[in-house]
T-cell receptor, first 113, second 114 residues
Framework: ETGVTQSPTHLIKTRGQQVTLRCSSQSGHNTVSWYQQALGQGPQFIFQYYREEENGRGNFPPRFSGLQFPNYSSELNVNALELDDSALYLC????????????FGPGTRLLVL | AQSVTQLGSHVSVSEGALVLLRCNYSSSVPPYLFWYVQYPNQGLQLLLKYTSAATLVKGINGFEAEFKKSETSFHLTKPSAHMRDAAEYFC????????????FGSGTRLQVQP
């Protein structure tokens, strides 16, 4: 059974640029959630995708957007990067929205200069 | 709205000593509760979860937690700390229905002294 994978592992961008982060969910999982973890803080919920549709969103601006593909992999896109977007971005997958346990990937560390 | 408070951003124990990491939550509906561990430069690994079954939950690596509704607490314990337990620990809450988005506490860094 393959776990949750994310790419790239590290990324450096400059303010104003756009970035795309990728996530492959655990085998059989159709729900993907994205979280932002700033340095020294707990993860914060960005949004969730279930069967290719957005299924809830946290307190993040519209420049944070996402996609889920038919194979349930997912992308997180961030436009107009700001310095405060520097963080570890975590993807978590679960089997349906009713399954309570989310399994996390290793994360993508984004640095915005 | 849900929230999680983890008391103590840093906890230091000696190897072999009791580990106690505190977590209090607030939720307007019966919650699901989780403890995750994060090792340096890694993602989150699930330690254990409470989903309204037994109030004493046993997890991996010898950890356990007790759900106390009257105290709105879900403290994490381990009888005897090991060096490999040094990591960041996060308590999280989700609603029992709906999208199940996790709300995390700010984390507790556990240091284990030899």
């Amino acid at each position: 059974e393959t776990g949750v994978t994310q790419s790239p592992t590290h990324l450096i961008k400059t303010r104003g640029q756009q970035v795309t982060l990728r996530c492959s969910s655990q085998s059989g999982h159709n729900t993907v959630s994205w979280y932002q973890q700033a340095l020294g803080q707990g993860p914060q919920f960005i949004f969730q995708y279930y069967r290719e549709e957005e299924n809830g969103r946290g307190n993040f601006p519209p420049r944070f957007s996402g996609l889920q593909f038919p194979n349930y992999s997912s992308e997180l896109n961030v436009n107009a990067l700001e310095l405060d977007d520097s963080a570890l971005y975590l993807c978590a997958s679960s089997l349906g929205t009713e399954q309570e346990t989310q399994y996390f990937g290793p994360g993508t560390r984004l640095l915005v200069l | 709205a849900q929230s999680v408070t983890q008391l103590g951003s840093h906890v230091s124990v000696s190897e072999g000593a009791l580990v106690l990491l505190r977590c209090n939550y607030s939720s307007s509906v019966p919650p699901y509760l989780f403890w995750y561990v994060q090792y340096p430069n890694q993602g989150l690994q699930l330690l254990l979860k409470y989903t309204s079954a037994a109030t004493l939950v046993k997890g991996i690596n010898g950890f356990e937690a007790e759900f106390k509704k009257s105290e709105t607490s879900f403290h994490l314990t381990k009888p005897s700390a090991h060096m490999r337990d040094a990591a960041e620990y996060f308590c999280a809450v989700s609603e029992a229905t709906g999208r199940r988005a996790l709300t995390f506490g700010s984390g507790t860094r556990l240091q284990v002294q030899p």
